[in-house]
């Protein structure tokens, strides 16, 4: 039988941590003092007669507390304690000098694995509506030892013990103790392979089970916790055959029943007289309180599912919560203390952040909300930190290697902008000046040219290419649809004809796509090796093999997130170390920016040329549909075009699709029979979504049906109205995207939002967009209420998991990149012995190289 004393110091713990109070327990310490000493007395009345003294004097100082004042009472809990571990250490020592005889039923000593339920635990209270009297101030502890690099042996099987110890974090979880290969099957699913996979399998919420109260005054709805006696328990089948377990409990102030569904085997863990711990949301059935299916555990063991903050863990079928939590103990309890810090002390120091150890510990079982908090800060700080020192040595190894510097004749290309049909925006002379400084530098350029659609980022990207022709050079546009490179090849070919025309040199142009084929293609490739065509513009056929450059200097990837790392890397290779500019129509908040291409440098288009007039944005209600129809109508008789956009439907495009088809065919038959309409959606093949976009680009389609899963980015000057359906279910970024369609010409432009049933964050969106015209007011609204998860697709694929990083949280950006600045000067290849944890860790977080962007 367990220890009186062991079950003495958990309620003695609680009263501490309730301030010294005495209401821990109904009637107080002094009632329960005689309940507990005549358990006691009748436990240990063969013991030895050291342990009986102490006892006695243990049970004095109980009944003295009750009189006490709050100072008096610290001081007896401490002398109580104190003589606790004095009984404890005696009864140690007198099973290894004198075991208790064993009965034929029952073993001298039971095992540590199964202990055996403790005296009874009277019912315990912890209100937490009643007024907080300050505690004591705490006393002084004696200084820590250094933490140990163990906590006894691995929990894993013995004989395996010394092969986990080699392998370290890197050993198979199916090696640990109660997991096996069958599990770690499961546990796969969810990403985890080792051990350091599995102390970074964190939980994704928490339950707060720390208040306790007497059955008399639960409340129905509130999640506490109950220890009491168990009255009875049984189990019955129901019609459908399903096993209900249910036990009654007693705490002495009232009674509750508990059930549980399917789990036979609590029958032979849960018995009647044995006190246990309950914790969930109390429910009410026929008017009265009940627990169904709540966590529970003996009260005298260390509570792991319950009467704490209990962790919750993402799952997958074959594992349970209590089993998660039971591994992840063992797991934490041996090996987060073994787990090396990679974060050097003065980083930690500098800005405030637990070590990993402890920040692990608490990730998963936390002592209280603030060092949780705390854990998970650090372990956030360390997935941005390991991410910025990535990007800071793909831009020093890219600006560490030999460049070129380009000379142009600068008149030259001053006369060529005096050319153009308009002026320049000041932010595009911005941006185009620092692209001519990265040419003249004779540092590789890896430039971001961030700017929405409609922005003139082509016209910057053309003025650039120029330049380069200026200086002798070949350079590359790829674009991720024919369309688009059409659409840039068109612009490309008017410019030159301007150039042409006021007396300028003016470059050979060609497009290459999957269209182009046989002679011209050939064509096409010879001039490109000759160097006689000096800028091309294409898709994915710009990587072939086939393709060689005489002297590529300059490339170009527009829409660069819709390619991968190795397409552009296949693109740069054509030439030796060419300056590169890749070009997003995504706005994206500038901290935000500098945090997702920290590798790159950052050029924004935030003024929209003279003449564009703001789309006038308009949420309407449902009822209001055959009013947007009429004004489409409208538009379209006066020579102008639309899009209609369908609503989003999650998980299958061919839904989507089907949805699509359906409401293009009610709109062709019922709303507009005498118009022309076409479609557009996921399912369509390459060629087939190309030849309808041309259509409606030549105007052969008056009205567009599309799904929001196709990219539209084909400029229709002509397009000025856009419907959206289901606006409610877009996010402000993609609604912004869908608004740029329209109002790429000189006619006033309209964006039309129908919404059925918006719920309170939808309407906030639709209130926005209705009224915020600029991308990147809409884009850092967009990112305080939906989070970063649209922006980091704008990324390149293969951008390394964020599982804790609040990207929002500018703050944390902020000191990561100022931490791995500053290491950076330091130490910036991470060679030095005490950085090698480091850069493991880093090469973890990145699953290999860096790629420069």
């Given at each position: 039988m367990a220890s009186p004393f062991t079950q003495l110091q958990k309620i003695?713990?609680?009263?501490?941590?309730d301030g010294y109070r005495n209401r821990i327990v109904i009637g107080g310490i002094g009632r329960f003092a005689d309940?507990?000493?005549?358990?006691?007395?009748?436990?240990?009345?063969?013991?030895?007669?050291?342990?009986?003294?102490?006892?006695?004097?243990?049970?004095?100082?109980?009944?003295?507390?009750?009189?006490?004042?709050?100072?008096?009472?610290?001081?007896?809990?401490?002398?109580?304690?104190?003589?606790?571990?004095?009984?404890?250490?005696?009864?140690?020592?007198?099973?290894?000098?004198?075991p208790t005889p064993a009965t034929k039923d029952e073993p001298a000593v039971p095992p540590p694995s199964e202990p055996t339920p403790a005296p009874p635990v009277p019912p315990v209270e912890k209100p937490r509506e009643e007024p907080s009297t300050p505690a004591p101030p705490p006393r002084p502890e004696r200084a820590a030892p250094a933490r140990p690099r163990s906590r006894g042996a691995p929990p894993v099987p013995p004989?395996?013990?010394?092969?986990?110890?080699?392998?370290?974090?890197?050993?198979?979880?199916?090696?640990?103790?109660?997991?096996?290969?069958?599990?770690?099957?499961?546990?796969?699913?969810?990403?985890?392979?080792?051990?350091?996979?599995?102390?970074?399998?964190?939980?994704?919420?928490?339950?707060?089970?720390?208040?306790?109260?007497?059955?008399?005054r639960l409340r129905i709805?509130?999640?506490?916790?109950?220890?009491?006696?168990?009255?009875?328990?049984?189990?019955?089948?129901?019609?459908?055959?399903?096993?209900?377990?249910?036990?009654?409990?007693?705490?002495?102030?009232?009674?509750?029943?508990?059930?549980?569904?399917?789990?036979?085997?609590?029958?032979?863990?849960?018995?009647?007289?044995?006190?246990?711990?309950?914790?969930?949301?109390?429910e009410e059935f026929?008017?009265?309180?009940?627990?169904?299916?709540?966590?529970?555990?003996?009260?005298?063991?260390?509570?792991?599912?319950?009467?704490?903050?209990?962790?919750?863990?993402?799952?997958?079928?074959?594992?349970?919560?209590?089993l998660m939590r039971s591994v992840l103990k063992r797991v934490v309890d041996y090996w987060a203390d073994r787990v090396e810090d990679p974060i050097p002390a003065w980083i930690r120091e500098a800005y405030g952040f637990p070590d990993l150890p402890t920040a692990l510990k608490q990730v998963h079982f936390p002592e209280d909300w603030e060092p949780l908090e705390k854990a998970r800060r650090r372990l956030a700080f360390d997935e941005v930190f390991y991410l910025q020192i990535g990007l800071l040595e793909a831009r020093r190894q890219w600006r560490g290697v030999p460049g070129r510097?380009?000379?142009?004749?600068?008149?030259?290309?001053e006369r060529a902008i005096e050319a153009l049909p308009f002026s320049l925006t000041g932010a595009q002379r911005r941006a185009l000046d620092q692209i001519l400084a990265d040419l003249r530098s004779g540092v590789p350029m890896n430039r971001l040219l961030q700017g929405e659609v409609g922005s003139g980022k082509t016209v910057v990207a053309a003025l650039a290419a120029y330049a380069v022709f200026l200086a002798g050079a070949q350079g590359a546009i790829m674009a991720p649809t024919e369309i688009l490179s059409e659409q840039h090849y068109r612009t490309l070919l008017s410019l030159a004809e301007r150039w042409a025309g006021a007396g300028l040199p003016t470059p050979t142009i060609r497009l290459l796509t999957s269209g182009?084929?046989?002679?011209?293609?050939?064509?096409?490739?010879?001039?490109?090796?000759?160097?006689?065509?000096?800028?091309?513009?294409?898709?994915?056929?710009?990587?072939?093999?086939?393709?060689?450059?005489?002297?590529?200097?300059?490339?170009?990837?527009?829409?660069?997130?819709?390619?991968?790392?190795?397409?552009?890397?296949?693109?740069?290779?054509?030439?030796?170390?060419?300056?590169?500019?890749?070009?997003?129509?995504?706005?994206?908040?500038?901290?935000?920016?500098?945090?997702?291409?920290?590798?790159?440098?950052?050029?924004?288009?935030?003024?929209?040329?003279?003449?564009r007039r703001p789309v006038l944005t308009r949420w309407l209600m449902p009822e209001e549909r055959e009013r947007a129809y009429t004004f489409i109508r409208r538009q379209v008789e006066q020579g102008r075009q639309a899009y209609i956009i369908c609503p989003l439907v999650e998980g299958s495009d061919k839904i989507e699709a089907k949805a699509a088809v359906e409401e293009y065919e009610r709109l062709q038959r019922e709303v507009f029979p005498d118009l022309r309409l076409g479609l557009i959606h996921g399912r369509m093949k390459s060629e087939e979504k190309e030849a309808v976009m041309s259509a409606f680009a030549r105007g052969e389609i008056q009205i567009l049906v599309a799904t929001p899963v196709v990219e539209v980015g084909v400029d229709v000057p002509n397009a000025t109205v856009i419907l959206i359906e289901g606006a409610d279910r877009f996010g402000l970024a993609q609604l912004h995207q869908f608004r740029g369609r329209v109002g790429r010409s000189s006619y006033q432009s309209y964006c039309l939002l129908l919404a059925e049933s918006p719920s309170e964050s939808a309407i906030e969106r639709l209130r926005a967009i209705e009224t915020i015209y600029d991308g990147f007011q809409l884009a850092q609204k967009d990112l305080e209420m939906r989070g970063p998860g649209d922006f980091l697709g704008t990324r390149q694929?293969?951008?390394?998991e964020m599982r804790l990083a609040d990207l929002t949280d500018l703050r944390l950006l902020e000191i990561a990149r100022e931490a791995a600045e500053r290491l950076a000067e330091r130490d910036p290849d991470l060679q030095a012995p005490e950085h090698r944890l480091l850069a493991e860790a880093v090469s973890r977080f990145w699953q290999g190289p860096v790629e420069p962007s």
């Open positions: 003695l713990k609680h009263e501490v941590q309940h507990w000493y005549r358990q006691a007395r009748a436990a240990l009345r063969e013991h030895d007669p050291d342990v009986l003294l102490l006892l006695e004097a243990i049970y004095a100082d109980l009944r003295r507390y009750e009189a006490a004042n709050i100072e008096e009472r610290r001081l007896l809990i401490e002398g109580i304690e104190a003589r606790i571990q004095e009984a404890l250490q005696r009864e140690r020592e007198l099973r290894t000098t004198r004989k395996l013990a010394a092969k986990v110890e080699a392998m370290g974090l890197d050993a198979p979880v199916h090696l640990i103790h109660g997991v096996g290969r069958e599990r770690a099957q499961r546990l796969l699913r969810l990403g985890v392979q080792t051990i350091r996979d599995l102390l970074y399998l964190l939980p994704r919420r928490y339950v707060d089970f720390r208040a306790l109260k007497p059955i008399h709805g509130e999640e506490v916790t109950v220890i009491g006696e168990v009255m009875d328990i049984g189990s019955k089948q129901t019609g459908n055959g399903l096993t209900v377990i249910r036990a009654l409990l007693t705490d002495g102030s009232g009674i509750i029943e508990c059930t549980w569904f399917n789990q036979p085997y609590l029958l032979d863990r849960i018995r009647p007289g044995q006190f246990i711990v309950v914790s969930g949301r109390v026929l008017g009265r309180p009940v627990f169904r299916s709540p966590e529970w555990e003996p009260a005298d063991r260390e509570l792991l599912h319950t009467a704490r903050i209990v962790p919750i863990y993402p799952l997958t079928e074959g594992l349970t919560q209590r510097a380009l000379a142009f004749d600068e008149t030259a290309l182009v084929s046989g002679a011209e293609r050939a064509q096409i490739y010879g001039e490109l090796a000759e160097g006689t065509c000096h800028l091309v513009v294409g898709t994915h056929a710009l990587i072939q093999e086939e393709v060689a450059f005489q002297d590529l200097a300059f490339v170009v990837i527009d829409e660069q997130q819709r390619f991968g790392v190795l397409q552009r890397a296949a693109l740069r290779g054509k030439g030796y170390n060419p300056h590169v500019l890749v070009m997003t129509a995504t706005p994206i908040p500038r901290t935000l920016a500098l945090t997702l291409y920290g590798d790159l440098d950052l050029s924004v288009l935030d003024e929209m040329p003279p003449g694929s293969g951008f390394p």
